[in-house]
Nanobody, 126 residues
Framework: QVQFVESGGGLVQAGGSLRLSCAAS????????IGWFRQAPGKEREKISC????????DYTDSVKGRFTISKDNARNTVYLQMNSLKPDDTAVYFC???????????????????WGQGTQVTVAS
C-alpha cells in the first residue's frame, strides 16, 4: 500500500526556515520522481519542486528558486524540502506526491499525480 506521511510544518516568522519531510512506504523512492505541491487558501494546488528517482535532477517553480531545496535519502525512503527565507506568501498546506510511473521529473499538474500525502500546514507570519 502506497503511503506518504508529511511532517515538519508549523508557524514561523518571515525570514525563518522549516524543513519538511515526506516519508514514503509501499514503494522505493529510488525508482520514482517525487513532487512537492502546496495549496494556499482559495488557490489551486501548485507544484513547487520535484526530485528524480536517482536524486540527480531537481526542478523548482520560480517563486521558490534559491530559497527552497529538495533532497532525498533513499535509505530512509524520505524526501525533504528545506525552506529558507520564508515569506508570508509561502503560507499553504504542503503535500508530497508521486505517480509511480516515471523516474524523471516533468509532470507539473495535480491531475498527473496519483498518490498524495495528507499535507502539512506551513504558516509564515509577517
Amino acid at each position: 500500500q502506497v503511503q506518504f506521511v508529511e511532517s515538519g510544518g508549523g508557524l514561523v516568522q518571515a525570514g525563518g526556515s522549516l524543513r519538511l519531510s515526506c516519508a514514503a512506504s509501499g514503494f522505493f523512492l529510488q525508482y520514482y520522481a517525487i513532487g512537492w505541491f502546496r495549496q494556499a487558501p482559495g488557490k489551486e494546488r501548485e507544484k513547487i519542486s520535484c526530485i528524480s528517482g536517482s536524486g540527480s535532477s531537481t526542478d523548482y517553480t520560480d517563486s521558490v528558486k534559491g530559497r527552497f531545496t529538495i533532497s532525498k535519502d533513499n535509505a530512509r525512503n524520505t524526501v525533504y524540502l528545506q525552506m529558507n527565507s520564508l515569506k508570508p506568501d509561502d503560507t499553504a498546506v504542503y503535500f508530497c506526491a508521486a505517480n509511480l510511473m516515471r523516474s524523471s521529473c516533468g509532470l507539473d499538474y495535480e491531475h498527473e499525480y496519483s498518490y498524495w500525502g495528507q499535507g502539512t500546514q506551513v504558516t509564515v507570519a509577517s
